[in-house]
């Protein structure tokens, strides 16, 4: 068994349970992609938080680079320092996201090869229900659910970009290599849930569907915490014009 494989196995065991307690193949699917969300939800925010830090620290680290840029090792020392002295880890985003990634993989080979992963034989025969207006959950959908994805998944790296979360996105260059991403990805989403199972590609609809909402509560946690560094250079510059007069 492969790497992708051993992921996939356990979280077979999940959806197999899940069908066991609930009859339907889909909805089985559904609350299997809930549980996966709200666990990962730790993970995002983590991601999210550590991302919206080193956004803000963005013309601090440009300060130093152009002051330091004919001294790496006096630029790395002082980057180091405003890290310490802004607490902020520039690895902190990355455990979360390869955690995500691992088990993004897991779902998507078995969601891909269900057959290959579910314990049962009872969901050999369940992968292929219908649901909706899909007659056959093991093949794929033309064109409803896989535009369905897409849009779910230009809202949500759209909302990611406007509000800062994504990384890479002060240099010009990289907002141009971020716009293409935008379209472009979502554009990909689209062919690629045509040729998948729709049961993949209703577990990644509605995987960014939920991403929407956790996206407009992170927005409000970054505003939150930009008021209150706001609030804080306020503060600090009070406390100098009172100690100089």
């Not at 996939?8 to 889909?26: E, F, K, Q, R, S």
């Not at 130093?64 to 902190?92: F, H, S, W």
Request: proline letters at 5%.
């Amino acid at each position: 068994m492969d790497f992708f494989g051993i992921l996939a196995t356990p979280l077979g065991w999940i959806l197999t349970w899940l069908y066991d307690m609930v009859g339907n193949y889909a909805i089985a699917l559904i609350i299997l992609t809930l549980i996966v969300k709200l666990c990962l939800y730790p993970f995002y925010k983590k991601q999210i938080l550590s991302t919206a830090g080193m956004s803000e620290m963005g013309p601090k680290l440009q300060a130093i680079q152009r002051q330091y840029a004919d001294d790496k090792e006096m630029m790395n020392q002082k980057m180091t320092e405003l890290y310490k002295e802004e607490g902020v880890n520039p690895m902190a985003g990355c455990l979360p996201m390869i955690i995500q990634m691992i088990v993004i993989m897991g779902l998507f080979t078995l969601l891909r090869y269900p057959l290959k992963y579910v314990p049962s034989e009872s969901m050999y025969f369940a992968v292929h229900e219908s649901f909706l207006w899909i007659n056959d959950l093991a093949q794929p959908d033309p064109w409803i659910l896989p535009i369905l994805a897409g849009i779910a998944t230009f809202a949500s790296f759209y909302m990611s970009q406007q509000n800062g979360a994504m990384p890479g996105q002060a240099p010009n260059s990289s907002n141009a290599m971020m716009n293409v991403m935008k379209y472009g990805f979502p554009i990909m989403i689209v062919w690629l849930a045509k040729t998948y199972a729709a049961g993949l590609a209703t577990y990644w609809f509605l995987s960014q569907f939920i991403q929407i909402f956790y996206n407009i509560r992170f927005n409000q946690i970054r505003r939150k915490m930009k008021e209150e560094a706001e609030a804080k250079k306020r503060g600090k510059k009070h406390a100098k014009a009172v100690a100089r007069t």
